[in-house]
Nanobody, 133 residues
Framework: QLQLVESGGGLVQPGGSLRLSCSTS????????IHWLRQAPGKEREGISC????????YYRDSVKGRFTISRDDVKDTVYLQMNALKPEDTAVYYC??????????????????????????WGEGTLVAVSS
């Protein structure tokens, strides 16, 4: 069963940067479309970025566009989320997940809510990102 592991979270000041990592064992991440999602206190989990399995096309929500970058390293079999210019409203637990049957374009349309997690698998425990001075 696919199980993803997130790491790299921590406490950072506003304007700072962090790089999150998503990895697994027993599977090859390059074979999956991978999502980054986050859940802030008292809010639903929402997808914020995605990278396609077939062509590495990337997608971002407006809230993180221009500040966050998703990428994958096939040698290390890891997907990253580089987060720059962090804001207090970025404080959340961050998760990665795979969607074996749907590419990013399914989730990143105006018809699909950002809180959709349909077909997403491999949920880990997440990694906490806290942005505070």
């Amino acid at each position: 069963q696919l199980q993803l592991v997130e790491s790299g979270g921590g406490l950072v000041q506003p304007g700072g940067s962090l790089r999150l990592s998503c990895s697994t064992s027993g599977y090859t991440l390059s074979h999956f479309t991978i999502h980054w999602l986050r859940q802030a206190p008292g809010k639903e989990r929402e997808g914020i970025s995605c990278i396609n399995e077939d062509d590495d096309t990337t997608y971002y929500r407006d809230s993180v566009k221009g500040r966050f970058t998703i990428s994958r390293d096939d040698v290390k079999d890891t997907v990253y989320l580089q987060m720059n210019a962090l804001k207090p409203e970025d404080t959340a637990v961050y998760y990665c997940a795979a969607s074996p049957n749907f590419g990013c374009n399914y989730y990143y349309t105006k018809y699909i809510p950002a809180t959709t997690t349909y077909n997403m698998q491999g949920w880990g425990e997440g990694t906490l990102v806290a942005v505070s001075s």
